[in-house]
């Protein structure tokens, strides 16, 4: 690996000749670990648990609906009604092992469709957009009692929000500047398109002529498989140590699939899938007290659009994964997707919360107090039971 480092969220960079500290640590006040994926985008949850069976999935999604399980190319069977999509084969193979656990129909507080605005929400926990400056993870870490010791790890250039606070973290990555996504190119094209200054200004910039969205955008999966890949590795092997973290977060861009959809989710979820294996590979015998809890900022829109994807929505999905998991199971209610069951007659019904699972891992996983994650970690949060029975008993 080029570079190994760990730099202080205030900036500060301290190099290490390893991964592991070399700094001398004390001994963790828990060995329970905790891995929170962000798929920043809105992960279009239909696609990657598609209720093939529910005939409204295909009458509202022509072309983007996978097949059932006896066709080619068609999701893999869970129950019956619900499939994962082929290329989740790795979260698949943790769901046959019983170490994986789905909640569809779920999301954050938040309803409406802002990516900055729910991306916010989801990491600062408050139940409003920016009602808080400082992110949950990093308030759950001040109740574990580490005192000087960093248990916080942030796997990315920069610190997100979910991690910020007065408690100090680590931070690890292969370069120092990310490189820019395709994804937020398009958005910036189609933002300054009608401004013909801007429109002029961007077309230079991009070097005279249209990209060719299919070839860079492969060409930029390329380049995040081999970052995302290292970065798990880096995740897994810090949080073996002995000494080591023991909460980590990653991030995985481009899930706003508002075309293309099925080609780019296929390769993403691929890299997903790749990214759960090099975990749990990694972690080796302490994957048995790892929890990952993977989620979007939001869901998509039930039915696909004119470009062959989807817009941003309200109800998504909440994967958790681990060998503390008591999985094998898709959990919470289920609205449908009949028109009269939509959320404003054209979103998956969010009749699961996000924030419900968050509190179940931070008491029953990582032992937190119920006061302290309804008070502190999740305030005004009461109305949101946690929930229960998502780990094993003897975990």
């Known amino acids: 690996m080029d ?27 828990t060995e329970k670990r905790l891995i929170v994926i962000i798929l920043r985008g809105g992960l279009d949850s239909l696609h990657a648990l598609a209720p093939y069976a529910d005939s409204e999935y295909s009458r509202v999604r022509p072309t983007l609906a996978l097949s059932g399980p006896s066709e ?3 999701v893999i069977d869970l129950n019956g009604y619900f499939g994962l999509h082929p290329a989740l084969a790795g979260l698949y193979d943790l769901f046959q092992k019983k170490e994986a656990l789905l909640l569809p129909a779920s999301s954050t507080r938040y309803r409406n469709r802002s990516h900055f605005d729910a991306q916010n929400l989801l990491e600062n ?47 690890w990555a292969k370069s120092k500047l990310p490189e820019v996504d395709e994804d937020f190119l398009v958005r910036l094209g189609n933002l300054y398109q009608k401004d013909p200054l801007f429109a ?21 999966l390329r380049r995040k498989e081999k970052d995302i890949l290292l970065a798990s590795r880096a995740a897994a092997e810090l949080l073996r140590a002995p000494k080591g973290p023991r909460i980590a977060v990653m991030e995985m861009q481009g899930w706003d699939t508002h075309f293309g959809q099925s080609w780019r989710l ?37 039915a696909e659009n004119g470009s062959k994807g989807t817009d941003h929505g309200t109800g998504g999905i909440a994967i958790l994964a681990g060998g503390a998991v008591n999985g094998g199971r898709i959990i919470g209610k289920w609205p449908g997707l009949a028109e009269g069951a ?18 179940g891992v931070l008491v029953q996983h990582l032992g937190l107090k119920d006061s302290f994650v309804e008070e502190v970690v999740f305030p005004d949060s009461s109305a949101v039971p946690r929930l229960e029975g998502v780990f094993r008993l003897n975990s």
Do not use: C
């Open 200 to 220: 002029e200004a961007y077309k230079n910039a991009r070097g005279g002529f249209k990209p060719n969205v299919d070839m860079d955008g492969l060409q930029s």
């Open 3 to 29: 570079r190994r480092n760990f730099i202080k969220y205030s900036g500060a960079a301290v190099a290490a000749s390893s991964l592991v500290p070399s700094a001398s640590f004390a001994a963790a006040p």
């Open 342 to 359: 939509l959320y404003e007659g054209r979103d998956l019904r969010p009749v699961n919360s996000h924030e419900g699972l968050f509190k």
């Open 266 to 302: 296929d390769k993403l979820f691929q890299l997903y899938s790749k990214s759960l294996r090099e975990l749990k590979a990694g972690l080796g015998p302490e994957w048995l007290n790892t929890a990952v809890v993977t989620v979007s900022e939001f869901g998509r829109t039930v």
């Open 125 to 171: 926990g408050s139940g409003k957009p920016f009602g808080i400056k400082d992110g949950w993870l990093n308030r759950a870490i001040s109740g574990i009692g580490g005192g000087s010791r960093r248990l916080g790890l942030a796997l990315g250039p920069v610190v997100p929000l979910i991690l910020l606070g007065k408690e100090g973290v680590q931070s």
């Open 72 to 74: 080619e190319g068609g």
